[in-house]
């Protein structure tokens, strides 16, 4: 059988700015497989051109066997695209929004509401069905964009960054309709920077960064390729960071990062018999700890490992080839 997708040495630039710079990739049908970096790596460009919806400028790339130049066509019959922004009408209900796709694919009326009350209820949202689509949550009209993309069920389903601005809650209903999905044989694209949502979805990642890909594997390959131990250090207050991190630095002779929360460090360990050095020059310091841990590195501190910057960028790390990813 061949791959859901092939990519070989694809590139796309806008002006100046190189987007895509020589990807390669291979993508097993029926996985969910995770395009993960910050805004402005590549993503979006790389998911619209599999998509047919960008011309590339060099290289090849295959989705069900098909090319995405030569046969966009037959791509396109056997694809869908949820976008980062919903492309659902505010004004319809959701049945009719559903009702509306259905027929501009090709369904007759009668088939078009059949399938649209069964996404409905396979997507939790039945009892909104006849509600304007501007009264739903955040959550709910995402789970009606990706409804929308099962209309006719895809064999490749490209995600670009589908959870981005939802509260958790909606996040970990899309999380559940993205796996119940790839359960059913659909392949899916998912783009994301969410460290934690590539590491749950993904069976395989691509880590891209700056239109280049810098690493590739399960999340345990990738966790595994920048080290076996990494101490995590939760400190009772802010105040101690800059303290704490030099004495873990001179103490473990390694460098000390950042975690979620101005409270916590990690650290990549080479020996463990040196945890207890690092921890007792803590305590001779005055600085109170209020939990750590030894484990694996979490998808941020191999993130950070990789490519010398976290996953999310700051406002001040934002170009023209952030502006070009994000539809701005």
Request: charged share 20%; glycine share 8%; hydrophobic share 45%.
């Amino acid at each position: 059988m061949t791959p859901a997708i092939e990519i070989t040495a694809l590139a796309k630039s806008f002006g100046a700015t190189r987007a895509v710079n020589g990807i390669d990739l291979t993508i097993a049908r029926g996985s969910v497989y995770g395009l993960l970096g910050p805004n402005g790596a590549g993503k979006t460009t790389t998911i619209r051109m599999l998509a047919t919806l960008l011309r590339p400028d060099a290289g090849t790339a295959r989705v069900l066997g098909h090319d995405i130049v030569r046969e966009a066509g037959a791509v396109r019959a056997k694809v869908s695209l949820t976008g980062q922004f919903a492309s659902i009408d505010e004004d319809l209900t959701g049945q009719e929004n559903l009702v509306l796709v259905g027929r501009l694919l090709g369904l007759s009326w009668r088939d078009a509401r059949v399938r649209a009350t069964e996404l409905l209820g396979a997507f939790a949202l039945t009892e909104a069905a006849t509600r304007q689509v501007r009264t739903f949550s955040g959550g709910m009209r995402r789970r009606l964009d990706i409804a929308a993309s099962f209309v006719v069920t895809p064999e490749v389903l490209f995600l670009d960054e589908p959870t981005t601005g939802l509260d958790p809650r909606s996040r970990n209903q899309v999380w559940d309709i993205v796996r119940a999905i790839a359960a059913e044989g659909t392949t899916v694209l998912l783009t994301t920077q969410y460290l934690e949502e590539a590491d749950r979805l993904a069976d395989r990642l691509a880590v891209i960064d700056h239109g280049r890909l810098i690493a590739e594997g399960t999340s345990r390959d990738l966790k595994s390729s920048v080290g076996a131990n990494t101490l995590h250090i939760q400190l009772v207050t802010t105040e101690d960071q800059s303290r704490a991190r030099e004495q873990l630095t001179r103490a473990l002779d390694a460098e000390v990062h950042s975690g979620a929360d101005t409270c916590s460090l990690s650290v990549t360990i080479a020996d463990v018999k040196r945890v207890a050095d690092a921890l007792a020059a803590l305590s001779a310091a005055g600085i109170d700890i209020a939990e750590f841990s030894l484990g694996q590195p979490s998808l941020d501190e191999v993130f950070f490992a990789l490519t010398g910057h976290p996953a999310q960028p700051t406002a001040s790390q934002d170009s023209p080839a952030v502006a070009q990813e994000t539809g701005t």
